[in-house]
């Protein structure tokens, strides 16, 4: 019985694996999109979100199958509840990397942001684009150090988030109505990839020593809504 969980459990952990290249490549793919006025990278990360979705339920169904028939105690518990709640983040952040993806298709060939904030956008993108290649590097070696730095480098997202609301809220805003819903909106999906991502490096430092980050004061996880 003991052979067979352990072989259930690595078939998880390869489509956890997998999820997490997907998010990657949507958070990169939807950056593209974004800055670049790219229609294909667009139109690839929304055709492409279909399959993380379908592997985020594969995962938890797995998983739940687990539970049932292995009824799994003590570390084997702690990775199984950790991988479904890891499954969960990562079809999130597919959905927002897509929703950044939609809002450049829809203005196609124009930008949906005013030029002014272009580069605070690509400055919260480029943080966003070094935090996905950690996501895959941290689940991949179960690495709490790059764990860490996700956690703690997340401050730096939320400072530029602010600057796009200060934009949004200035007097003289230089856009279109359209383009305030929008910085406001795609700020906000930007700010939430990466608490998401905060998340997940929570639950890998869980997985790896029992210990849950989220305990920290002044630390939100940022799981409750996408």
């Known amino acids: 019985m003991r052979v067979i969980f352990n072989e259930s459990l690595k078939a998880v952990a390869d489509d956890l694996d997998h999820m ?3 998010v990657r490549d949507a958070i990169h793919g939807a950056g593209q999109a974004l800055l670049n006025a790219d229609l294909d990278a667009a139109q690839t990360v929304i055709d492409n979100d279909a399959e993380t979705d379908a592997l985020s339920t594969s ?7 687990l539970l049932a028939r292995q009824n799994p ?16 983040t ?36 480029q943080f966003l684009d070094v935090t996905a ?3 895959v590097t941290m689940l991949a070696d179960r690495d709490t150090k790059v ?3 996700i ?6 997202l939320d400072d530029l988030h602010k600057k796009t609301l200060e934009f949004a809220q200035s007097a003289d805003f230089p856009g279109t109505n359209q383009q305030l819903i929008n910085v406001v909106l795609i700020g906000r999906f930007m700010e939430r990839l990466g608490d998401h991502a905060v998340s997940a490096a929570r639950r890998v430092v869980f997985i790896v020593s029992g210990f849950d980050p989220s305990k ?7 799981t409750d809504i996408d």
């Open 133 to 135: 290649d950690r996501l």
């Open 59 to 65: 995962i938890v169904d797995q998983c739940v199958e």
């Open 151 to 156: 956690i703690y480098d997340d401050d730096v």
């Open 216 to 222: 920290e004061p002044d630390r939100d996880e940022g």
């Open 73 to 88: 105690v003590a570390t084997d518990l702690r990775v199984v509840v950790s991988t479904m709640r890891l499954a969960i």
């Open 90 to 125: 990562f079809e999130r952040m597919g959905d927002l990397a897509r929703h950044i993806a939609e809002s450049a298709r829809r203005t196609y060939p124009d930008s949906p942001l005013p030029q002014e904030i272009v580069d605070t956008f690509a400055q919260m993108q």
């Open 147 to 149: 764990a860490d730095q």
């Open 20 to 22: 997490a290249r997907n």
